[in-house]
């Protein structure tokens, strides 16, 4: 099982809707998670960190779910310009073990 | 803001030459890492440091090498560069972390590598 797993997408949403989408880890003691935003050809973006049950900004919210082991991410109002490849993060030691991301398409 | 500068946008080098990616961050941050990206493989540890002249490997550090002699600076080195090595790299830094615990990484604008 990989470390840290995510759906790779693509979603493709309207403009306006909500999308959420999840990624797994497998290390039952991280402390720290973290999403980022990466658009084609360029590098990943810090978007939200998470270092207890959520965060919140904005449209965003990202959640934690130490049970079952996920953090989400849900985006509320999709913009056009959020069309992008999100990658989460989970920390191990002073590394970061990342997801291969989630491709994301707003339509108009 | 922090700045993380990378030498080079788009490198183009032959088989076997030995090649040098540079790496600067502003903010002094004590980790720094170099990543290699590639389609469906995500991104990839290759080294990393946590302070000067420290050096620890990643998941795919054959091939690589690097320096750190200055806080600010990180180095990698493709000692004899071969076409798998094509790729897009990623440097990126952040604060010292603890056991179990790590802050957020920022990544520079990174380095598209060709090896013809």
């Known amino acids: 099982r990989k470390e840290v797993e995510q759906d790779p997408g693509p979603f493709n949403v309207p403009e306006g809707a909500t999308v959420a989408f999840n990624c797994t880890y497998s290390?039952?003691?991280?402390?720290?998670f973290f999403w980022y935003r990466q658009d084609c050809r360029k590098e990943p973006k810090l978007l939200m960190s998470v270092y207890s049950s959520g965060n919140e900004d904005g449209r965003f919210t990202a959640q934690l779910n130490r049970a079952s082991q996920y953090i989400s991410l849900l985006i509320r109002d999709s913009k056009l310009s959020d069309s992008a490849t999100y990658l989460c993060?989970?920390?191990?030691?002073?590394?970061?073990?990342f997801g291969s991301g989630t491709r994301l398409s707003i339509r108009p | 803001d922090v700045k993380v500068t990378q030498s080079s946008r788009y490198l183009v080098k032959r088989t076997g030459e030995k090649v040098f990616l540079e790496c600067v961050q502003d903010?002094?941050?004590?980790?720094m890492f170099w990543y290699r990206q590639d389609p469906g493989l995500g991104l990839r540890l290759i080294y990393f440091s946590y302070d000067v002249k420290m050096k620890e490997k990643g998941d795919i550090p054959e091939g690589y090498s690097v320096s750190r002699e200055k806080k600010e600076r990180f180095s990698l080195i493709l000692e004899s560069a071969s076409t798998n090595q094509t790729s897009m790299y990623l440097c990126a830094s952040s604060q010292l972390t603890g056991d179990r615990f790590s802050y957020e990484q920022y990544f520079g604008p990174g380095t598209r590598l060709t090896v013809t």
């Open positions: 993060g989970d920390s191990s030691a002073s590394k970061i073990i």
């Open positions: 290390n039952s003691a991280s402390q720290s």
């Open positions: 903010m002094d941050h004590e980790n």
